[in-house]
């Protein structure tokens, strides 16, 4: 089920709140819990056992760790065994298929594919396990006692299957005494309603021009450019999206989610854009793989491979297939060379800034076409040594198409609105104007993104096959 769908919107989240809100706060987690599991069934049903088995060993392990502390020796085996099976886990259900496909074409062999399909949030919820038992083994946390707030911490459905990344950390007090204020609960909502206007209304309309750009049998230059511009917008706008729906609903909630984007269009450096971009798995390979490898306190050439470790794991993080690994090497390399140069600090912000887009952009493009003789096509395209001509017909014409939108989503992508509210406080008349003029515009949009969901078939979410 996805945020962005008519059952959840108008079925599902309703009675959810209205269980919810009539649930007595000593049995909240439970419904909540109950719910979620709900919620993953509806698209997982046979999968929702895995999600129990990861659940089950981590808090068992947290409740070892706990019992061993001072035992070092004890302990090291039950992080291990959590490692083990978190990763073990992903290994066989998201990286079998890839190892079989490889090991055929290298050597020639015959083995049938597993045919594993590939559990929603996979990615997602076993690195929240899996940092639950390393933060137990280094004391950074507690071990929670009830079993009922862990599997609730583990499986409530606004992050379960796509984020951000929650550690333990950031909501072990909320999971025990939480209260929503009515303020709360509306500006979560007003969050949620962000997040569906850009995934419906951007996302989704940018996505299929993007489509139709890599369906094409030739490619202009300029055709090239424009669909990897769609693109870039819709992958930001999809996944952002759908980060301020979940932030949004748990705020309604009472929780208080980490931000997982900031604006990372605006940034200055390949750097900057990964300190904007999928805040919280950033976050988490530099606390759990970076710094634990040595990080930048053993000298230039180990930090640099570090570097190199950490962004091919994020590679194939994102998917089984070798392009994901590429697209990891890639900023990894990027990333290596602004650290030893430190071209960053010497360009002037607006180079800084268009350096950063089309590097940005020619990852997307590795990280979109999963097919390598594909993605090598649409690069010459894209560098002019295949394209058709520079521009074209059908350039122009989708470009006419949606300019509208493409021109929204790159305002969008800027805070201009947010400095326009901040330049407005202290001002009564501008933040009444604003104010009316926001529930307007928020009325009007969501009657629009309800329309456009009845009518329209096309509604994915790209961050759902991570």
């Known amino acids: 089920m996805v945020f962005s769908e008519i059952p959840f919107l108008l079925y599902f989240f309703p009675l959810f709140l209205l269980c919810y809100f009539i649930s007595p706060a000593r049995i909240k987690n439970l419904t909540l819990l109950i719910f979620s599991l709900l919620f993953y069934a ?29 035992k070092k020796k004890i302990q090291v085996i039950f992080l291990c065994i959590s490692v083990a099976v978190n990763l073990g886990l992903m ?70 299957v796509a984020g951000p990344i929650v550690r333990y950390s950031d909501i072990s007090e909320k999971l025990k005494n939480r209260k929503t204020s009515v303020s709360d609960f509306c500006s979560g909502f007003v969050r949620f309603l962000m997040g569906l206007f850009k995934k419906v209304l951007i996302a989704n309309q940018v996505g299929l021009l993007w489509n139709i750009v890599l369906a094409a049998d030739e490619r202009s230059l300029a055709f090239a450019w424009l669909g990897l511009l769609a693109y870039s917008l819709q992958i930001y706008f999809d996944f952002s999206g759908y980060s301020d729906m979940a932030i949004g609903m748990g705020k309604m909630l009472g929780f208080s989610y980490p931000e997982n984007f900031n604006y990372p269009y605006i940034c200055t450096s390949i750097t900057d854009f990964w300190r904007r971009w999928h805040m919280t798995l950033s976050g988490w390979f530099r606390d759990y793989v970076y710094i634990p490898l040595g990080g930048n306190r053993k000298g230039r050439a180990r930090q640099m491979l570090n570097l190199a470790i950490v962004w091919a794991l994020t590679g194939l993080w994102h998917g089984a297939a070798w392009n994901f690994l590429l697209w990891g090497m890639y900023f990894g390399l990027i990333l290596i060379i602004e650290k030893l140069t430190g071209l960053p600090k010497k360009l002037p912000k607006p180079i800084g800034r268009l350096y950063s887009l089309i590097l940005i952009m020619l990852g997307w493009m590795i990280f979109a076409i999963e097919d390598l003789k594909k993605l090598a096509a649409y690069a010459s395209d894209i560098f002019g040594f295949g394209a058709n001509g520079f521009a074209g017909k059908e350039f122009f014409y989708q470009l006419n198409n949606y300019l509208f939108v493409l021109l929204t989503g790159a305002v969008l992508c800027t805070p201009v609105f947010p400095k326009l509210a901040e330049k407005a406080k202290g001002n009564e008349t501008a933040e009444k104007t604003l104010g009316i003029i926001g529930l307007l515009a928020g009325m009007l949009l969501t009657a629009v993104c ?17």
Request: charged share 15%; glycine share 8%; aromatic share 18%.
């Open 42 to 70: 509806w698209g997982e049903p046979v999968y929702i056992l895995l999600l129990l088995l990861s659940s089950v060993v981590d808090y068992v392990n947290g409740r070892a760790l706990e019992r061993f502390e001072g």
């Open 91 to 160: 290994g066989i259900f998201k990286y079998a298929g890839l190892f079989i496909d490889t090991v055929n074409s290298v050597f020639g062999c015959g083995i049938k594919p597993v045919g594993l399909k590939l559990p929603l949030g996979i990615s997602f919820f076993t690195f929240q396990t899996m940092s639950y038992s390393i933060d137990v083994y280094r004391r950074d946390v507690k071990a929670e006692h009830s079993f009922i707030n862990y599997m609730t911490y583990v499986c409530m459905f606004p992050q379960l």
């Open 450 to 466: 309800i329309a456009m969901l009845v009518a329209d078939s096309y509604n994915p979410f790209l961050y759902f096959r991570f």
